[in-house]
């Protein structure tokens, strides 16, 4: 069964200083592993995905994620944090791209952002 | 220019009563969802169809019935409400193929249940 886990239930971070937030998964197969945001009160928006090629993959809003197959994580970056930024984040996968099939998510990472 | 939007934001009913919660993409996509939030935020799949036909149920009282009238639709009609429905319900299309399936939400239907 696939599955993923977000170990930290919040980060919080300052402005302009680097932010992590940590996935890892477990799946059978390849991975294809994705990041959303959830900002309060709203609907789930994506911002990158892994599939497959380099390992370093960008998104938006200035984020980036890295795939590490050896350590089975997907962990989201981004080089200076926004107040902005503050929301909840979900790191999800998915099977083979079969018809209709679901996204698997993580309990979700709160992130706050100081200014 | 909405792409996946749902009907109504908020749902406030009784328990015991049937309501139901619409939902519209026009992405083009094959594919719909419904996801249950709960109050802890964790994400959780309920259905999925594909070309109006069901693939995925996972194990949702049967209270839940969803209904595809065409591909850019997918109704979610709930019967004898009860106070552990109240959650947030997210409708979400992907296409099979081609970009490989991300998949884009609406904007959530909160339900309560009183």
């Known amino acids: 069964a696939q599955s993923v886990a977000q170990p930290e239930d919040q980060v919080n971070v300052a402005e302009g200083n680097p932010l992590t937030v940590k996935c890892t998964y477990s799946?059978?197969?390849?991975?294809?592993l994705f990041w959303y945001v959830q900002y309060p009160n709203r609907g789930l928006q994506f911002l990158l995905k892994?599939?497959?090629?380099?390992?370093l993959v960008k998104g938006s809003y200035g984020f980036e994620a890295e795939f590490n197959k050896s350590q089975t994580s997907f962990h989201l970056k981004k080089p200076s944090a926004l107040v902005s930024d503050s929301a909840l984040y979900f790191c999800?996968?998915?099977?083979?791209?079969?018809?209709?099939?679901?996204?698997?998510f993580g309990k979700g990472t709160t992130l706050s952002v100081s200014s | 220019d909405t792409a996946v939007s749902q009907t109504p934001k908020y749902l406030v009913t009784q328990m015991g009563n049937d309501k139901s919660i619409k939902c519209e993409q026009n992405?083009?996509?094959?594919?719909m969802y419904w996801y249950k939030q709960d109050s802890k935020k964790f994400l959780k799949i309920m259905f999925s169809?594909?070309?109006?036909?069901?693939?995925i149920n996972e194990t949702v009282p049967n209270r839940f019935s969803p209904k595809s009238p065409d591909k850019a639709h997918l109704n979610l009609h709930i019967n004898s409400l009860e106070l552990g429905d109240s959650a947030v319900y997210f409708c979400a299309s992907s296409q099979t193929g081609g970009a490989l399936g991300e998949q884009f939400f609406g904007p959530g239907t909160r339900l309560t249940v009183l």
């Open positions: 999800a996968v998915r099977g083979p791209n079969q018809a209709g099939t679901a996204l698997i």
């Open positions: 169809y594909n070309n109006k036909e069901l693939i």
């Open positions: 799946v059978s197969g390849n991975p294809y």
């Open positions: 892994y599939i497959t090629g380099d390992n």
């Open positions: 992405l083009g996509h094959d594919t």
